[in-house]
């Protein structure tokens, strides 16, 4: 086999199980734009007066590795909640310093995505406020004086996870579509009718092109709910990458 075949084969292979998007695909999955994607996970430089500042991802992306600017199934989700921390107030230096805790704290590289952080995310916040870190952070600070904001302001981020028992994410359902889901173990993560695996973007493809919903349904032999929802559900990702 070509040498180069062979390696393509390999890094193809290598990427079963961790998801592939690009950053606009990213974008438009999670809602966060690309521009502060590319900040979170890459990194970037800033000027203060004569000085070059480098700042680094708030954390490792699962491709690095591979060399490509692109997001792992996991570093999607964990988009999701530093937006949802950012949101509230809580400033990316104080989000850095808790995923840092965290990833020590769980022995994971994608803290926020498990199941744990839901329960003991915020003793996190509370044990780095404790050792002075970002202690002028009312909003870091404010998360852990009131449990029940703590909740409210991960809880959409947690909205159709799928745990596996070990309490790690392993697929998601994006925006609640129950018939839609992302699978890093299936179609390299990229949204999939649930029970045949065929690519949203495809029956989306096909109703552009002025297909009949029923005649689709039979095509590609799902049911025409899941038509209808894959449909909807990628008309909804258009009309976001619009907005952004």
Not at 49 to 64: D, T
Not at 118 to 139: K, P, V, Y
Not at 167 to 184: F, T, Y
Request: aromatic fraction near 8%; proline fraction near 4%; charge should be neutral.
């Amino acid at each position: 086999m070509d040498v180069k075949v062979n390696q393509a084969l390999e890094s193809r292979s290598k990427l079963i199980g961790t998801g592939l998007y690009s950053v606009p695909e990213a974008a438009r999955l999670s809602g966060v734009p690309s521009a502060k994607i590319r900040r979170w996970l890459f990194g970037y430089r800033s000027r203060n007066q004569e000085k070059l500042i480098q700042h680094q991802p708030v954390w490792q992306g699962q491709l690095v590795d591979e060399d490509l600017q692109g997001v792992g199934f996991l570093d999607l989700l964990e988009i999701r909640f530093v937006s949802a921390f950012q949101s509230y107030g809580v400033s990316l230096q104080s989000i850095r310093s808790a995923s840092a805790f965290a990833r020590e704290m769980f022995s994971s590289s994608h803290p926020f995505t498990l199941k744990q952080f839901q329960t003991d995310g915020r003793t996190i916040f509370a044990e780095l406020i404790e050792q002075g870190a970002a202690e002028e952070d009312a909003s870091m600070v404010d998360l852990v004086k009131r449990q029940l904001t703590f909740k409210q302001v991960i809880k959409p981020s947690l909205r159709g996870i799928v745990y596996a028992e070990t309490g790690e994410a392993q697929a998601w359902h994006p925006d609640n579509h129950r018939s839609v889901i992302l699978d890093p173990q299936r179609s390299f993560g990229k949204p999939i009718d649930v029970h045949s695996g065929v690519p949203t973007e495809i029956i989306y493809s096909a109703h552009l092109a002025g297909e009949n919903r029923k005649i689709i349904s039979r095509l590609y032999q799902i049911d025409l709910k899941a038509v209808n929802a894959a449909i909807e559900f990628e008309a909804d990702l258009r009309e976001r990458e619009v907005l952004h």
